[in-house]
Nanobody, 115 residues
Framework: QVHLVESGGGSVQPGGSLRLSCAAS????????MGWYRQAPDKQRELVAG???????NYADSVKGRFTISRDNTQNTINLQMNSLEPEDTAVYYC?????????WGQGTQVTVSS
């Protein structure tokens, strides 16, 4: 079992920045992929950014150049630095942990970008 705790959501004006963090605890298999997804009202959940245990990353086209995902394998945490935020980034952001032992999601954290 893996437990994910997210933090760092909130409200910000367009052009602002936020940093999300996700800490994983429990049975952590060394080889895994973690990532951030988001879901806006009346829209499907979508990948924002992912990073595997080797540090390889991938991003949604809409956030490339603005968001940066990173991880600390010693702490089993990932972070998402979000810069130049836009109203379209408003959503609930979810952390995801995938490995051979299973697929786990965090409870979500709200990000609101509004003037």
């Amino acid at each position: 079992q893996v437990h994910l705790v997210e933090s760092g959501g909130g409200s910000v004006q367009p052009g602002g920045s936020l940093r999300l963090s996700c800490a994983a605890s429990g049975i952590i298999f060394t080889i895994n992929t973690m990532g951030w997804y988001r879901q806006a009202p009346d829209k499907q959940r979508e990948l924002v950014a992912g990073i595997d245990s080797g540090g390889r990353t991938n991003y949604a086209d809409s956030v490339k150049g603005r968001f940066t995902i990173s991880r600390d394998n010693t702490q089993n945490t990932i972070n998402l630095q979000m810069n130049s935020l836009e109203p379209e980034d408003t959503a609930v952001y979810y952390c995801r942990f995938q490995s051979v032992i299973g697929d786990y999601w965090g409870q979500g954290t709200q990000v609101t970008v509004s003037s």
